[in-house]
């Protein structure tokens, strides 16, 4: 190796694929001395007719188009069907039984177009918020609310008698259409990113090594998100990383523009302490300017629900601001209400469930129906959590020859094969029917319906960490259950249920309790 300027990159043990790009290895062990760097745009001058017309990113364009397309035939059939509803629909247009052709324009043409500038207007079609996140359908709500205001308004100043009925069955309808056009056309996007790679952004990650690897892990977690790390651009550190296993190429001393063309990238994300140097993140946005090349910051903020955190500019200086987690208030009692109404409604209505289920049990074995152990609640104090019984009457006596056959990781013992679940208790447990007594322990205030798993007061080391988790009382579904439940490892539960502590909210609750219904039925996780 010769010790000479220039730039430094590291040799990989194999190329890149984009299936099974997180579980690849490279080892950062050799050196290849390359062209200097060329100069630091500095931002003078420039041109605004030489910036890129086009951003290198551009799975966003055809997304949108469909996206466009659904809003207007939504708008569109919305007011079909409200004219096809109602036979009031054309009151308030003059001569509209012999010439309707302004009535028709109005529904078919200007309704929909209205649609399309005001979510335009509302940023609905922006690419930073299609594909992932909430904020799209606040867009699209507040775009329906600007809507029903702006027809409204136009009614009243014209002094035209609409009919009502008409109105906001066509408005909302509209509403509702879109929302699920977007729905849809997420579910298909999300399927393309996870299957076939495609419809996302290609990130050179730019920072020390251990902040890298931090958000390397942290994109990679959900391939829905569409954010496929290609390269690591280490700042510092870089000597000392030689050796160490990494999931994706790592540089070091390139020009971080060039590298993004080189590796095929479209986006810059500039991790925790990369930009501490003063004015180093304002000269990388003027070097990226008119490069088509997109620019994010990675805070070392991790496991924080955007909800939480607030841009605060101060003398141009953005200050991001942490809220506290909110564990009480009006949101709290709301969720105790609809935890214990829907808890006894459940009862009530599941009452045959529950014999059948007796019945099945009693037959493949005889014994309790029930099954309830101590576990850990809210604020450390213990409960017993109520269960059909799916073991053997002597499961306990049989675990401890079982115990060097743990599949799992952590303070949890599970097998996909357990030899100590009966028949009818396997049908059980896969289809999550043995939980449904917890609605017991919701009805009594001891669970809620979702929350963080409850674990059993004997194992529990609720330490450090951990103890958090109690902050809130666990819940009969979760994170953990819609994230993979036993695939997945102690420490990625543990992670999942502190971040439902930190941010939760009834709407998150809300989401979780609709994937929980897709979860179950595809049985995923469940043993």
């Known amino acids: 190796m010769r010790e000479d300027m220039g730039e430094v990159t590291t040799s990989l043990q194999r190329p890149v694929t984009n299936e099974g ?14 062209p ?18 086009r951003r290198v990113s551009r799975w966003h364009r055809p997304y949108t188009a469909i996206l466009v397309f659904l809003d207007v035939a939504a708008a569109a059939f919305a007011s079909f069907t409200a004219i096809h509803t109602f036979d009031q629909a054309r009151a308030g247009f003059y001569n509209a039984q012999q010439d309707p052709s302004w009535f028709f324009t109005v529904a078919f043409v ?24 909430p904020d799209e359908f606040k867009r699209v709500i507040r775009a329906g609310v600007a809507v029903a205001a702006t027809v409204s308004f136009l ?22 259409l879109i929302l ?12 393309v990113r996870r299957n ?93 300017e008119g490069s088509g090349v997109d620019l994010v910051v990675a805070p070392q903020l991790t496991d924080i629900a955007g909800p939480r955190v607030h841009i605060r500019p101060i003398e141009g200086l953005p200050l991001l601001h942490v809220e506290e987690p909110t564990l009480s208030g009006p949101a709290l009692l709301a969720k105790n209400l609809m935890d214990r109404v829907a808890a006894g409604l459940g009862l009530l209505l599941l009452i045959p469930v529950f014999v059948a289920i007796a019945v099945a049990i009693k037959i493949n074995d005889r014994g309790p129906v029930f099954f309830r152990q101590p576990r850990v609640g809210h604020e450390g104090r213990t409960f017993r959590v109520w269960k ?20 799992t990781d952590g303070m949890l013992f599970k097998m996909k094969q357990d030899p100590r679940v009966f028949p009818v208790g396997r049908f059980l447990r896969a289809s999550s029917l043995d939980e449904l007594p917890q609605l017991i322990n919701v009805l009594w205030g001891e669970m809620s319906l979702v929350g963080p798993r409850p674990l059993p007061a004997d194992d529990g080391d609720f330490l450090g960490d951990v103890r958090r988790r109690l902050l809130v009382r666990p819940g009969m579904t979760g994170l953990w259950q819609v994230s993979g439940r036993s695939d997945l490892s ?4 543990v992670r999942l249920d502190l971040y439902y502590v930190d941010n939760w909210s009834l709407a998150y609750d809300l989401s979780i309790l609709w994937r929980t219904v897709g979860v179950v039925v595809a049985r995923k996780g469940a043993y």
């Open 155 to 176: 009614a009243f100043a014209t002094k035209t008698d609409l009919s009502r009925y008409t109105v906001g069955t066509a408005l909302l309808g509209a509403l509702l």
């Open 180 to 191: 699920l056009g977007r729905i849809l056309a997420r579910f298909v996007l999300h399927v």
């Open 196 to 288: 076939i790679g495609q419809g996302g952004h290609r990130m050179v990650l730019v920072g020390t090594l251990p902040e890298c690897l931090e958000v390397h892990r942290a994109v990679t977690r959900n391939p829905a998100a569409g954010l496929v790390p290609v390269a690591i651009h280490v700042t510092d550190g870089y000597a000392a990383a030689r050796g160490m296993e990494t999931p994706v190429p790592v540089y070091a001393g390139r020009d971080v523009l060039a590298l993004v063309r080189e590796v095929g990238g479209d986006t810059i994300a500039v991790c925790g302490s990369a930009s501490a140097e003063p004015g180093e993140l304002r000269r990388l946005a003027w070097q990226l």
């Open 110 to 133: 200007l309704l929909p177009l209205g649609w399309l500038v005001i979510l335009w207007g509302n940023r609905a079609y922006d690419r930073r918020y299609l594909g992932l996140g």
């Open 490 to 493: 102690w420490d990625e539960a």
């Open 36 to 53: 200097p760097a060329p100069p630091s745009h500095n931002g003078v001058p420039r041109s605004a007719w030489a910036r890129a017309r």
């Open 21 to 34: 790009r997180s579980k690849l290895v490279r080892h950062v062990d050799s050196f290849e001395i390359q």
């Open 388 to 407: 059909f019984r799916t073991m053997y009457v002597d499961a306990e006596e049989r675990l401890a020859s079982l115990v060097d056959q743990n599949e």
